[in-house]
């Protein structure tokens, strides 16, 4: 028999696994969590990617922009949830 903590901290991930899954376009057809994470990952690093790039691009038209996108990443993530 599970305990009581067990179960919850199941069911936590399992709703953080959905919402994830809502948040990253085609994820809702995949099964599996493994491969799951996988998509979600894969999406994240294009957004990364796609960041960089724009962020090169704006730096091309405005040089006085601070395009430190490594830096902006670093702030967001020490913000408390």
């Known amino acids: 028999m599970m305990s009581a903590w067990v179960e919850a901290r199941r069911e936590k991930i399992s709703n953080r696994m959905k919402f994830l899954q809502a948040l990253v376009p085609g994820c809702s057809e995949v099964t599996g969590k493994?491969?799951?994470?996988?998509?979600?990952?894969?999406?994240v690093k294009s957004l990364q990617r796609q960041i960089e790039f724009l962020s090169m691009k704006l730096a091309a038209v405005d040089p006085r922009v601070d395009t430190n996108v490594e830096g902006l990443l670093k702030m967001e993530s020490s913000i408390p949830n």
């Open 34 to 43: 493994a491969v799951m994470l996988e998509e979600i990952i894969n999406y």
